[in-house]
Each structure stands twice: as structure tokens, then as C-alpha cells.
Nanobody, 127 residues
């Protein structure tokens, strides 16, 4: 059973930065596409960013493009979401997700395309 464990959430002021981490027990880690999603109170879960297994390709939602960076360290079985220039509207529970289809070579932006999910970590941005 693949397990995803997230860390790094917390409270930050507007304009600040946070880095989320997601450890993935699935092997080989490089065969999993990794995605990040978020869900704000009263809203549906939305796509944030994703990265292919090799790390060669990334994809972002328009709302975070230019501010957030997704990356991965396959030697550490960990994916990251670096969040800069944060805004109050970034406040949400952030989830990492993983899927092994196509050996990690395809990127998915729909939550239904991911088989494995982390428990979520709260991110709060104060104004």
C-alpha cells in the first residue's frame, strides 16, 4: 500500500513563503507522477501543480503560476511545493497525490486521475 505523508504547513503572513513536502513510500518513486491539490473551506478541491516522475515536466494552475514551484528529489522519495508571495486566498488544506500510470511520464490535473493521497496539511495565510 502506497503511503503519502505531507509536512510543512502552517501560518504565514501575506507575501511570505512556505515549503510543503510529501514523502511517498511507493517504489520506484520515479515512476509516480506527483500532484498537489488544495481545498479551501466551502470550496471544491482544486489542482495546484504536478510534476512528472523524472522531474522534467511540470504544470501549474493559473492561480499559482509564477509564485509556486513544484519539484522532487527521487533519491529521497520526496516531492516539494515551494510557495512564495503567498496570498490570503492561498489558505486551504493542501494535499499531495501520486499515480503510477504511464510510469510517471504523464501529468494529470484532475483529482480523479490520482490513486493515492496524503492526509492533507493546513496552510493559512494572514492578511
Amino acid at each position: 500500500q502506497v503511503q503519502l505523508v505531507e509536512s510543512g504547513g502552517g501560518l504565514v503572513q501575506a507575501g511570505g513563503s512556505l515549503r510543503l513536502s510529501c514523502g511517498n513510500s511507493g517504489q520506484p518513486f520515479s515512476s509516480y507522477v506527483m500532484g498537489w491539490f488544495r481545498q479551501a473551506p466551502g470550496k471544491e478541491r482544486e489542482f495546484v501543480a504536478a510534476i512528472t516522475g523524472s522531474g522534467s515536466d511540470t504544470y501549474y494552475s493559473d492561480s499559482v503560476k509564477g509564485r509556486f514551484t513544484v519539484s522532487r528529489d527521487n533519491a529521497k522519495n520526496t516531492a516539494y511545493l515551494q510557495m512564495n508571495s503567498m496570498k490570503p486566498e492561498d489558505t486551504a488544506i493542501y494535499y499531495c497525490a501520486a499515480d503510477p500510470r504511464f510510469g510517471g511520464r504523464a501529468i494529470f490535473s484532475e483529482d480523479r486521475d490520482y490513486d493515492f493521497w496524503g492526509q492533507g496539511t493546513q496552510v493559512t495565510v494572514s492578511s
